[in-house]
């Protein structure tokens, strides 16, 4: 066995309000709920092939990309785990910005690579890095998860330049389509896009992501994909979703409102750092003390150094999070940020 000492997930699955997942609540539409019903379980026995290519078709369409630049899998997640897989030897180094989405180090763990974490979020802390460290990869999300921070592509670009390859994650990316770097993987050949289903379309529970890039590597990649590896109904589901004519609009402008009021009221009680996701990300003066109290009241957000990140959209869960923290810091007399 190897000795690592790694996260088994779920590693505690909150009862409670869940407002630590980045999981979206925006209410389904009716329209979409009849298609829903109107899955049926005659395919059941067989291998998914013609709703996965339906699936191909429709995402290529909708990023803007041929069919033979996609690989799909089960959430981004399986997206984070072959692309590691398939470009470390092992020692390799990987490099993201600090703070970035848990994930990048464990799978790099899994995948026999070292991780390392650049100072902060900041471009010249990542040139600074990558002179220091070398890495063969770098791996940054776009929107950054936690704090909501875009990256340009100014800044994207010449860090792909810096390095071997570069991995966008952009599962927060369909609230800001304009600022994609997909319309750049023509040019750098080294980059590559992950996207999900999972945040502005709401399908978290469908398990459904995507690799994005030139057909060379996504041929390559390919070959690192098990048999299958998605539900053939899964892909009818997100089928039915992209086929919708105002859905994504639909969700994106709800997000939009959510985000605009919650971060106003969430600013009186402390830095909220603008963001174009389904989270704000709430800087504070003592955010484990608060964090604390909020899970002593069942409200789970997602504690971070500096603050915590808390995702918009469950009106009566953001209520008591921002009443909870409201009366604590009167008593414990924390100072806003
Ligand atoms: N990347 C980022 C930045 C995320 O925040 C998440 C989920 N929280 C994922 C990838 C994985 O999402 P999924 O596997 O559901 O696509």
Redesign the pocket.
Known sequence: MRQVELPIYPVVYPTGHRLN??ESQFPLPDRIKNQLDSLTYDDLHEYPVEPINELFEQYAAYVGVTPEQLLVG?????M?HVVTQALLAPHDIVLSPAPD?S?YPIFTTIAHGHHVQAVDLSYEGMVKAIETHHPKLLLL?NPN?PTGKLWTVEELTHLASLVPYIVV?E??MDFTPDASMIPFIATYSNLIV?R????AFGL?NV???FMVTNCELAHYFRQFIPPFNISGVSAKICNIFLKDATYLQETIEWHDEMRQKWAQAFETIGHVIPATTNFLYVELEQPEAVWDHLTDLNVHTSKQPTGIRVTIGDEAALHLAHTAIQQYMETSHVKNS
Do not use: V
């Open positions: 997942q980045n089960c959430g981004s997640d399986e984070i989405f994930m999300s998860n994650d599962a927060y992950l999900t289903m999972s945040k978290a398990r459904i992501g």
